[in-house]
């Protein structure tokens, strides 16, 4: 590291309860700083996932819907045991922090949002890449193909989109990270667009099982990202499945991640989705 942040990073386990781990780190992967309680290797392993994180997640952001702007804001990864948080820190930089399940959420994110702006440029590390919203301008093509054929809609998925305002799409991917199915609004060339990516953040989320407290029996349930202009909500699906799922920023989102959640036994043939143990990766 160039520059040890570890003593600014403290800020969160200081002073947020149940707050466990914080780590800066630049968009290649390296990290800059991290608290007490973290091997060498685990900063080190935490860092280049969560590089490959918000690469991805800004990979999708067409996902959530035309924008002249599609910025993203944050990602967010739920286990049984524990959340991992991941924010932009200056251009370059990232933020990640991991807390237990009953942390306040937004106690946390106000810390490191603060923090963020305290320190400014501090934590700006120069880009070896150009601007990564760049990746979104690529599906706009795609967004715009045909609907998918109707062998490949999901009824259920369709009623559970259309019953809430502002939500958009949603794909069933196999263990394999293959479409199984989506909406009837989504063309078959954006699934299988939105797949490569989505399989990637499954892969990432479950990676970083062990910074959120690496207990043997963890469960990934879902995995959030945030952009300025929409959501997209990666969840269980039980047998190696996930749901991918996009929204426009004012749908309500706690209406729309129910509807998806009670949706997915009817999908799974083997019924209710049990989540997946995060450390399988």
Known sequence: MTTDMSWMVRDIVDNVPRALHAVVLSADGLPRGATDGLTEKD???????MAGMQSLSRATAHFAGPAQ????NQTVIEFSHGWIFLIGAGQGAYLAAAAEPD????????RMHRLVARLGDNL???PRVRGADEAGEDGEGVRREGVSGSGFVLPELDK???DVPGALHAVLLGSDGLPRGATSGMSKDL??????AMTGIHSYSRVTSQFAGGLEDAEWRQTVIEFQHGWIFLIAAGDGAFLAAAAEHDCDIEEFTTRLHDVVPTLSAGGAP???RGGDA
Do not use: H, N, Y
């Open 103 to 110: 942390v306040d959420l937004q106690q946390i994110s106000f």
């Open 43 to 49: 900063v080190r392993t935490i860092s280049a996932a």
């Open 191 to 196: 699934a299988d667009t939105i797949a490569a």
């Open 160 to 162: 559970a989109v259309a």
């Open 124 to 126: 700006t590390s120069p």
């Open 274 to 276: 049990r989540g997946e």
């Open 69 to 72: 702007e599609r910025r993203w």
